[in-house]
Structure formats: C-alpha cells, structure tokens
C-alpha cells in the first residue's frame, strides 16, 4: 500500500511541475566564402578589407555569422480553452567567411599564423551560432509550456509574441557578446 502511495505521489507531482521539452532545433548551415590572397599577412589583411562583403553598421568586418528561428505549433481547441499541442523549430545558419587562396607562393610562417587566426575567427563565429540555438531552444520550451489560453486567438497571439521576444533577447545578447571578445579580437581572431 506504502508503495502504491508513493507512486501515485510521484505521478501526481509529474504531472503538476512544468513539462521539460528536449528542444531540438532542425539545423539548417550555409557556408558563403569570398577569396582572399597574398604572399605576406599585410598582403592577405588588405585583400579581406578590400573583398569582404560583411557590412555592418557601416563598418567592415572580416566574417559574419547570421541566424534565422522560424517556429511552428499546433493546438488543441477545447470548448472553453485552446492549447499548445505541439512546437517545432527551425534554425537556418549562414557563415560569412574569408578563404585564403594557397599558393606554393606563401611562406610556412604565413601560412601557420592564417591558421591559427582562421581556427579563432571560426571559433568566434560558432559562438554566435551557438546563441541562435539557443534561442531556438528557448521558443521551443517556452511555447511547449505556455498552458492554455481562452481562445486559440489568445494563444497564437502570445505565442509569437514570446517568440519575437526571445529573438530580441538573443539578438542584444548577440550584441554583449561581440562587445565583450571585441568581435573575437579579444579571444586570438587577430591577423596579421
């Protein structure tokens, strides 16, 4: 009889704490490369300032990481209450990057330190991959646990107004983050 409490207990306080949803974001990655070249790393440097296509805020940048959420749910229409059934999410990733063209032209120096530069510049830019997923993750849990709304109105509503929020939230996050590394300077993107 203990037994059969106890189990009843720990299948009444289930279903009373907030359901954790295992949010996983379909991910969607776009590679977009321009070529950069030279036989010194001044030379490389000044190829990127002049070739790269990231503009932001009406300044250069070498590379640049843009992330996309795009959510879907579904509901339940009772007759006094509407529900969310369901949550999806997508997560679409397109990186920005400069490629060096090799030659047999470019010292092993040159080539060591682009590599090294490389590995902390993509370094950076996963680092902002990282924050769409997490907002992905967040849409997805905060809507799976939103509870039901008086009209399904109501609830598609609010749901996208969460949503939106969660974007804005990332996106200042975002914003902290290349303060921060001093857009990846400050944690070894540093060329030449």
Not at 83 to 98: H, N, R
Not at 122 to 142: M, P
Request: a positive charge; charged letters at 25%.
């Amino acid at each position: 009889m203990l037994r059969q409490q106890t189990i009843s207990r720990l299948l009444l306080l289930c279903c009373l704490l907030p359901s954790v949803a295992l949010a996983r974001p379909e991910t969607r990655v776009n590679n977009v490369y321009y070529m950069v070249e030279g036989k010194t790393a001044e030379d490389i440097w000044a190829d990127i300032i002049a070739k790269s296509p990231v503009r932001q805020d009406g300044k250069g940048h070498v590379a640049y990481t843009k992330w996309h959420v795009n959510w879907q749910f579904w509901w339940i229409d009772n007759a006094d209450s509407c529900e969310i059934s369901q949550v999806t999410t997508k997560l679409d990733i397109t990186y920005t990057l400069p490629r060096l063209k090799q030659t047999s032209s470019i010292p092993e120096s040159v080539t060591a330190h682009w590599k090294k530069y490389y590995a902390a510049l993509l370094d950076h830019e996963q680092g902002h991959k990282d924050l769409g997923v997490k907002a992905a993750i967040e849409i997805e849990n905060k809507l799976s646990n939103m509870g039901p709304r008086r009209s399904c109105k109501q609830l598609e509503l609010e749901a996208n107004k969460m949503g939106k929020s969660v974007i804005d939230k990332y996106r200042q996050l975002e914003k902290e983050y290349d303060r921060s590394t001093n857009h990846g300077l400050n944690t070894g993107a540093v060329f030449p």
